[in-house]
């Protein structure tokens, strides 16, 4: 099974709540999906490898750390994963940018893909996938899979939002893959909404409905 960590600090809890209310514009909502974001990505990168090198401060030689070997690559799932790039940007500035497009075919639920684009050396990054929302799980593995076709180093997903059977099937497909979402939901209704959620996340992002 995958390694599930729930990033409900309160900062990212209280940003979330803003972010389910069906009257924040969609203003205010990217906004909000890119802060918590950035808020998660600081959660997600405790464990990025560090390594010894020495600086001359204005006082004295010293052993400092600083981030070893190749930077991340950071790939949204089109549309919605994309309102949460910038809030990564922020804190690895210099991360690679790849793109799945998928959307869900609504009667079927089941993704359809139409882009995919990543940089030349994803074989030698660690990968964080991106999008708001894991909802049957279908995107983040059809995704997942892409991805592991190029042979990256290390994949993690992470999501604003998920439904305990879209995490199940995530986990169950790609057991090595570490999982960071900000909440784990009731359920899924019948038209694969998570309940209660926040709606179509690209739909709010990008003020289509
Ligand atoms: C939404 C969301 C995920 C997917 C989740 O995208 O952003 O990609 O649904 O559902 P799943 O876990 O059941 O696959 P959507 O297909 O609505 O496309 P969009 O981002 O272009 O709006
Ligand atoms: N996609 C969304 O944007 N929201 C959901 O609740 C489920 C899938």
Request: aromatic letters at 4%.
């Given at each position: ?34 802060e918590i974001a950035m808020l998660m990505c600081y959660e997600a990168t405790r464990d990025l490898p560090l ?35 910038d809030g990564i940007l922020a804190l690895i500035p210099s991360a690679r940018v790849g793109h799945i497009g ?101 739909d709010r992002i990008f003020g289509t409905k």
């Amino acid at each position: 099974m995958s390694n599930i960590t729930i990033t409900n600090h309160p900062l990212i809890q209280h940003k979330l709540s803003i972010l389910r209310d069906k009257d924040t514009p969609s203003k205010d909502f990217r906004e909000l999906v890119e802060e918590i974001a950035m808020l998660m990505c600081y959660e997600a990168t405790r464990d990025l490898p560090l390594e010894e090198i020495e600086i001359e401060t204005p006082v004295a030689v010293a052993k400092a750390k600083h981030l070893a070997g190749k930077k991340l690559a950071v790939v949204p799932i089109l549309r919605a994963g994309l309102g949460m790039v910038d809030g990564i940007l922020a804190l690895i500035p210099s991360a690679r940018v790849g793109h799945i497009g998928l959307y869900r075919d609504p009667e079927t639920l089941q993704p359809v893909e139409y882009y995919c684009k990543f940089p030349a050396d994803i074989a030698e990054r660690d990968v964080i996938v991106v999008d708001p929302m894991c909802a049957t799980g279908g995107s983040a593995i059809d995704a997942i899979s892409m991805i592991k076709k190029r042979g990256p180093k290390h994949i993690k997903f992470m999501c604003t939002i998920a439904a305990p059977e879209g995490l199940k099937a995530l986990s169950e497909a790609h057991p090595d893959v570490d999982i960071f979402c900000a909440a784990l939901d009731e359920r899924l209704n019948d038209h694969g909404y998570i309940v209660p959620g926040l709606g179509d996340a690209g739909d709010r992002i990008f003020g289509t409905k």
